[in-house]
């Protein structure tokens, strides 16, 4: 799975956000947090499987397993429904 | 087929359209100058403007209606312009735009929240206030200022001119039973301001878009402005906006 392409990743001061081009389906905004840059970087480098992501996320987080892997597949869940993933 | 050049935002735009009677709408924008680039509307694009007109009317609760092909042109001509502005450091914003002794100011909110109602309450009662734009102004950044410029599409109320300023403040207005103002760290409001920009289909240029709009917020100050419905909240604005000034 990927970011699709009509999203793109903004940084600005101290916001990371992901916003849609003029003729998605969706127009809204979605604010990132740091773990939910640090995935939607991850599925916009390379067509990540959800493990190597968990894996990844683990590296770096100091989270119990199970925490990581329920809030990422609740976001990845939350940025399908708007079409932001692409399988 | 028509052709004339017209200045949006200090750029020199070619338009080429079967309608010549377009000339008439873009009377006070006509320029001499050579154009930096050229926009034409086709089928594809005036279906994608009756599309969104009729979503429009349907989320401002008015009836169905069939849509003249010259309204349609205006619309798409306004949208393919848009979409090219930001490889010119420009971006097309939605806000009621006023200036107030030349100080730009923009009021941004989510519709229906009165942006053109308060912009009203100034021109009627702040002394040295006047329309650049009631609906969606141009915006350009030059030398790390922001400006924003009048444009023919100036929303259901007509209001707006052909003129340009430096904006100093952008006001995110918020109805309450008081008014307000209070200034705020822009990035605490960044995201609606991003929802009121205009976003172009290239990613590319939206990415150009969004560097525009971090420019836009640097040069200016942010103030979340709770307003009531009553004229004397231009007064209790500017007051909070200039106090100490």
Redesign the interface.
Known sequence: MKIN??F?I?K????T?L?????AGW???V?LNDTAADIVEMLTNGDEDFNVIVDKLKDKYDVAEEVLKKDAEEFIESLRQIDAIID | MTELVVKMAGIPVRIQTEYPIIKDFFKEYISEENPLFSVKTCFEDLKRAEEALHRLDEDEGRCYREYEEIELERNALHELIAENMPEHNAFLFHASAISYKGDGILFAAVSGTGKSTHAGYWIDNVEGTSYINDDKPFIRIENDKAYVYGSPWMGKHNRGTNDFTEIKSICILERDERTSTKEVNPMEVYPLIIQQTYRPKDPKKLEKTLSLVDDMVKSTKCYILKCEKNPKAAIVARDGIYENK
């Open positions: 392409k009509d793109v903004h600005s001061e101290k916001e956000l916003v849609p081009v003029g003729n127009a809204g905004v604010r």
